[in-house]
């Protein structure tokens, strides 16, 4: 039963316009929600994350959005760039003390010129 | 700053043998995590510490031991090696969250293990 799903596994956008990456949860426990990062060979790294009590977190040209009633969460990358190019991970965890992760299957995107 | 650091980065065994892979932070972090990445899937569980002499279960521990006998390392054991346990292995180190004050977990670039 997979808790955190993203249903596209690859994305492909132009340089200069928006990425929108999808993520979708099925335990109303989850009260935070992160995006990771990960390039060929690396670990992943932290991108951004967002609390249940809000519904949108923004930094930079990455923002969060969180609709908790479609049990759905998405990633905007405003203006994209080729940097950007790697496997973004959506990731969920409720408030237990352990901070355990749960993660989705991950979305490639490329950015091409 | 070296952050999460994980030995070997990669390692080819045999089936049947056994070996430790070790992760080391130095950012003082409280919880320690290692996951298993296998194609086409995300990121799974397999033990976690919430602090320096304690270790639980996380979503597929089979085949598997941790310690923790210091605060900077946690160790993850392979008894048996088993050709399932082809994988990348992550390391992943956190403050301990408040309920208001969420902290992310910080990665290792990982052990790229094969089992043959």
């Known amino acids: 039963d997979q808790q955190v799903k993203q249903n596209s596994p690859s994305l492909s956008v132009q340089e200069g316009r928006i990425s929108i990456l999808n993520c979708d949860y099925t335990?109303?426990?989850?009260?935070?929600f992160l995006w990771y990062k990960k390039y060929p060979a690396e670990g992943p790294t932290f991108l951004i994350s967002i609390s249940s009590i809000k519904d949108k977190n923004e930094d930079g040209r990455f923002t969060v959005f969180l609709n908790k009633s479609a049990k759905h969460l998405s990633l905007h990358i405003v203006p994209s760039q080729p940097g950007d190019s790697a496997v973004y991970f959506c990731a969920a965890s409720g408030w237990d003390n352990t901070d355990k992760l749960i993660f989705g299957t991950g979305t490639r995107l490329q950015v091409f010129p | 700053n070296a952050g999460v650091t994980q030995t070997p980065k990669f390692r080819v065994l045999k089936t049947g043998q056994s070996m430790t892979l070790l992760c080391a932070q130095d950012?003082?972090?409280?919880?320690m995590y290692w996951y298993r990445q296998d194609p086409g899937m995300g990121l799974r569980l397999i033990h976690y510490s919430v602090g320096e002499g304690t270790t639980a279960k996380g979503e597929v521990p089979d085949g598997y031991n941790v310690s923790r006998l210091k605060k900077q390392n946690f160790l993850l054991g392979l008894e048996s090696a088993a050709p399932s346990q082809t994988s990348v292995y992550f390391c992943a180190s956190s403050y301990p969250s408040g309920p208001l004050n969420r902290q992310p977990q910080h990665f290792g670039d990982g052990t790229r293990l094969s089992i043959l």
């Open positions: 335990n109303s426990m989850f009260d935070y």
């Open positions: 950012m003082n972090h409280e919880y």
